[in-house]
């Protein structure tokens, strides 16, 4: 049947959406984006649409030769570079509809002489530590970015700066609107002073803004789904740990009924991983530095699937592998090379023979996937904001009479002189209405935005006035430092519409 490019695809899915938006059955902005995005005016990913045949899959299995046998490994650049087409198409389309490019913040802080050579792209211990063949690292995020279409901005911080205005950093960036999403890089090997935190600093990034996965709220939400078995299609993908599960899934593991051990239990990584595991269906077991070494051997030796995150080379060796078990390299150390020479990564994962193993290459395994990720989940937070940014533009409009427009917008919310949405849900008594702002107050707890509600007597057929016959809730948003119709009122009123259907 032949294939399809991506630009013959993204030029297809636009007119799919297009027709679709004029179909009586469909809601603008239900299709969730790939790999779970958010809902909004959002561009359509292949995988949703096509059948595998028409979109073809990166080969993930790649046979290599060690000590003169043959190991199949787990081939993740292929899945890198086809993430990196899909993101520079979005990132082109996006800056076509919108007229600005996505934009990334990061937040470094630096000891004093690495903060200094960080102001080079050309720096070359940022380039060693990524042999991966993007050319972006997971370093270079600017670089990276450039590639793809995505503005970066870099604010770099040397370690001494107190922790009071690398906080203020952070929430400048949260209020700037054309900040598409804030990353706050942690320190890789590389320690901060004991004033800095890593949760604190974690915490204050917006989780509007939040792209790799690793803000408290994030973190929380993945622990819920874990707990209940389900996927999120609100919150971003953490980027190392998605990583991992998607080599998996793409090389066709089952992971149900599956006996998987994570070795390593760091809260950014190898927490998430486990998490993801069990979500699948996995029984997890997870091993730490405090594990007797005898049990952690056993716990391997029995595993259907080893993902290995601790930085410690040789760690995972065919006499704690069992023959047949699926083997996940994320931790790596580097070596110290001679003067001259260049450093090179050593992986935790040993296995110099087959044994029927599979493991994933090192490199080009896990390494290049997660600044996709990152990038996957920024372009999905730009899509999802300029939306809601330009649905308030069009209702701004609506609200100054302008031709073409109606006055009375989106689900029954009318504009009242530009300032307020405004809109009356009925309700057959006076406790249903209360138990209707209960779960509106809960709501905007939640988004930390509140309407005014008013409670008032429904009018019966005789005309008369009366709690008998009824309730009518009438609620009003705005926000005051708008000044009027904000994005945030329009996020509320979809929310509210939903809670209340």
């Given at each position: 049947?032949?294939?399809?490019?991506?630009?013959?695809?993204?030029?297809?899915?636009?007119?799919i959406a297009s027709d679709l938006q004029h179909q009586t059955h469909f809601t603008p902005g239900s299709t969730d984006i790939q790999r779970g995005g958010w809902s909004g005016e959002s561009l359509l990913l292949p995988g949703a649409l096509i059948d595998t045949t028409l979109w073809p899959q990166p080969a993930m299995?790649?046979?290599?030769?060690?000590?003169?046998?043959?190991?199949?490994?787990?081939?993740?650049?292929?899945?890198?570079?086809?993430?990196?087409?899909?993101?520079?198409?979005?990132?082109?389309?996006?800056?076509?509809?919108?007229?600005?490019?996505?934009?990334?913040?990061?937040?470094?802080?630096?000891?004093?002489?690495?903060?200094?050579?960080?102001?080079?792209?050309?720096?070359?211990?940022?380039?060693?530590?990524?042999?991966?063949?993007?050319?972006?690292?997971?370093?270079?995020?600017?670089?990276?970015?450039?590639?793809?279409?995505?503005?970066?901005?870099?604010?770099?911080?040397?370690?001494?700066?107190?922790?009071?205005?690398?906080?203020?950093?952070?929430?400048?960036?949260?209020?700037?609107?054309?900040?598409?999403?804030?990353?706050?890089?942690?320190?890789?090997?590389?320690?901060?002073?004991?004033?800095?935190?890593?949760?604190?600093?974690?915490?204050?990034?917006?989780?509007e803004k939040c792209i790799d996965g690793m803000s408290p709220h994030s973190i929380a939400t993945l622990v819920s789904d874990a707990a209940a078995g389900t996927r999120s299609t609100h919150t971003v993908r953490a980027t190392t740990p998605g990583s991992v599960m998607d080599l998996l899934e793409g090389s066709g593991?089952?992971?149900?009924?599956?006996?998987?051990?994570?070795?390593?239990?760091?809260?950014?990584?190898?927490?998430?991983?486990?998490?993801?595991?069990?979500?699948?269906?996995a029984a997890v077991s997870v091993v730490t530095s405090s594990t007797p070494r005898h049990l952690r051997d056993d716990l391997c030796g029995q595993a259907d699937v080893i993902v290995s995150v601790v930085g410690e080379p040789g760690i995972i060796t065919e006499d704690n592998a069992r023959p047949g078990a699926v083997?996940?390299?994320?931790?790596?150390?580097?070596?110290?090379?001679?003067?001259?020479?260049?450093?090179?990564?050593?992986?935790?994962?040993?296995?110099?023979?087959?044994?029927?193993?599979?493991?994933?290459?090192?490199?080009?395994?896990?390494?290049?996937?997660?600044?996709?990720?990152?990038?996957?989940?920024?372009?999905?937070?730009?899509?999802?904001?300029?939306?809601?940014?330009?649905?308030?533009?069009?209702?701004?409009?609506?609200?100054?009479?302008?031709?073409?427009?109606?006055?009375?917008?989106?689900?029954?919310?009318?504009?009242?002189?530009?300032?307020?949405?405004?809109?009356?849900?009925?309700?057959?008594?006076?406790?249903?209405?209360?138990?209707?702002?209960?779960?509106?107050?809960?709501?905007?707890?939640?988004?930390?935005?509140?309407?005014?509600?008013?409670?008032?007597?429904?009018?019966?057929?005789?005309?008369?006035?009366?709690?008998?016959?009824?309730?009518?809730?009438?609620?009003?948003?705005?926000?005051?430092?708008?000044?009027?119709?904000?994005?945030?009122?329009?996020?509320?009123?979809?929310?509210?519409?939903?809670?209340?259907?």
């Open positions: 049947m032949g294939s399809i490019s991506l630009e013959r695809f993204m030029g297809a899915a636009d007119q299995m790649r046979a290599i030769t060690k000590g003169g046998e043959s190991i199949v490994t787990i081939d993740g650049q292929g899945v890198a570079d086809r993430r990196r087409s899909e993101i520079a198409v979005r990132a082109r389309r996006f800056e076509d509809y919108y007229s600005r490019k996505p934009y990334l913040a990061v937040v470094e802080v630096l000891p004093g002489e690495a903060a200094s050579m960080a102001t080079s792209l050309t720096n070359p211990l940022r380039k060693q530590s990524s042999p991966n063949t993007v050319r972006g690292s997971w370093l270079d995020k600017v670089e990276a970015g450039a590639e793809m279409g995505v503005e970066v901005e870099r604010i770099t911080l040397s370690a001494g700066t107190p922790i009071e205005e690398v906080i203020s950093a952070i929430r400048r960036l949260n209020r700037r609107e054309g900040v598409d999403g804030v990353l706050m890089e942690l320190p890789d090997r590389m320690k901060w002073g004991d004033h800095l935190d890593a949760r604190t600093l974690l915490a204050e990034v917006d989780p593991v089952t992971l149900t009924g599956r006996h998987a051990v994570v070795v390593g239990n760091s809260r950014l990584c190898g927490q998430p991983i486990a998490l993801m595991l069990q979500k699948e269906g083997v996940i390299n994320v931790g790596t150390q580097p070596d110290t090379p001679a003067p001259g020479t260049p450093c090179s990564l050593l992986p935790d994962v040993a296995l110099s023979t087959s044994l029927g193993h599979t493991v994933s290459a090192t490199p080009g395994g896990v390494g290049p996937n997660p600044v996709m990720i990152l990038f996957e989940n920024l372009i999905a937070r730009a899509e999802h904001r300029a939306a809601i940014q330009k649905a308030a533009q069009v209702w701004a409009l609506a609200a100054t009479g302008v031709p073409g427009t109606s006055s009375e917008i989106g689900g029954g919310w009318d504009i009242v002189e530009g300032e307020c949405l405004r809109k009356s849900f009925r309700a057959d008594s006076f406790e249903t209405a209360t138990s209707m702002l209960k779960d509106i107050s809960q709501l905007t707890r939640k988004m930390n935005h509140h309407p005014l509600a008013t409670l008032s007597p429904a009018t019966g057929g005789a005309g008369d006035t009366c709690f008998n016959h009824g309730c009518v809730l009438e609620l009003e948003l705005r926000s005051i430092e708008a000044g009027g119709i904000s994005a945030a009122d329009i996020q509320l009123a979809a929310c509210i519409d939903k809670e209340l259907a």
